[in-house]
Antibody, heavy 128, light 112 residues
Framework: EVQLVESGGGLVQPGGSLRLSCAAS????????LSWVRQAPGKGLEWVAN????????YYVDSVKGRFTISRDNAKNSLYLQMNSLGAEDTAVYYC?????????????????????WGQGTLVTVSS | QSALTQPASVSGSPGQSITISCTGT?????????VSWYQQHPGKATKLMIY???NRPSGVSNRFSGSKSGNTASLTISGLQAEDEADYYC????????????FGGGTKLTVL
């Protein structure tokens, strides 16, 4: 069974930092891109960042570029999000989600532009 | 303000069918077959219901179906059940921003 379990959320002051973690199980972690998606209270979903299987490519939504860093440790089946210079606008539940994978048989990526498994999220509150 | 437009709420009685719309532009919904739909129940993990406009993942009930016409995608739920009451979000690839995907603002489905 695929499982994604986020942790590390909490209350942080404006300008502060926080590191989120996502522990994965039930699939070959190193085969998949992974994403972070967030949801502000009472609002819709927003894609935040994603990372390639080997960590060599990383992409971010414009609003977090230069402040957030996505990373992964394939040996630990873990995904991370380092968040710096946090502001009130970053207050949200942060979800990790499984992204695309490379199909060796066909030579194409599958699962592109959607997320087939999500964690239950971890709440980040930025407030003084 | 979300990139894709969904109605804030829809409702229906058990056994009925409902449709949730998701309106975008030719740069996202209308231009690509990369529309997906997600279900959110409070306290539970978000669940993929439809991908690539009309494909159902294994394990998703065939009461859920997706379609697209022009710049509007739709999620139809037939034979409504109480357990279908949830928030639903659409998503699409977009060529007009650097975001990997964009989402709709979500639709609260109430089963009367």
């Amino acid at each position: 069974e695929v499982q994604l379990v986020e942790s590390g959320g909490g209350l942080v002051q404006p300008g502060g930092s926080l590191r989120l973690s996502c522990a994965a199980s039930g699939f070959t972690f190193s085969d998949y891109w992974l994403s972070w998606v967030r949801q502000a209270p009472g609002k819709g979903l927003e894609w935040v960042a994603n990372i390639k299987q080997d960590g060599s490519e990383k992409y971010y939504v414009d609003s977090v570029k230069g402040r957030f860093t996505i990373s992964r440790d394939n040996a630990k089946n873990s995904l991370y999000l380092q968040m710096n210079s946090l502001g009130a606008e970053d207050t949200a539940v942060y979800y990790c989600a499984r992204d695309r994978y490379y199909d060796i048989l066909t030579g194409y990526y599958r699962g592109v532009y959607y997320f087939d498994y999500w964690g239950q999220g971890t709440l980040v509150t930025v407030s003084s | 303000q979300s990139a894709l437009t969904q109605p804030a709420s829809v409702s229906g009685s058990p056994g009925q069918s409902i449709t949730i719309s998701c309106t975008g532009t030719s740069s996202d919904v209308g231009g690509y077959n990369y529309v997906s739909w997600y279900q959110q129940h409070p306290g539970k993990a978000t669940k993929l219901m439809i991908y690539d406009v009309s494909n159902r993942p294994s394990g998703v009930s065939n009461r859920f179906s997706g379609s697209k016409s022009g710049n509007t995608a739709s999620l139809t739920i037939s034979g409504l059940q109480a357990e279908d009451e949830a928030d639903y979000y659409c998503s699409s690839y977009t060529s007009s921003s650097t975001a990997y995907v964009v989402f709709g603002g979500g639709t609260k489905l109430t089963v009367l």
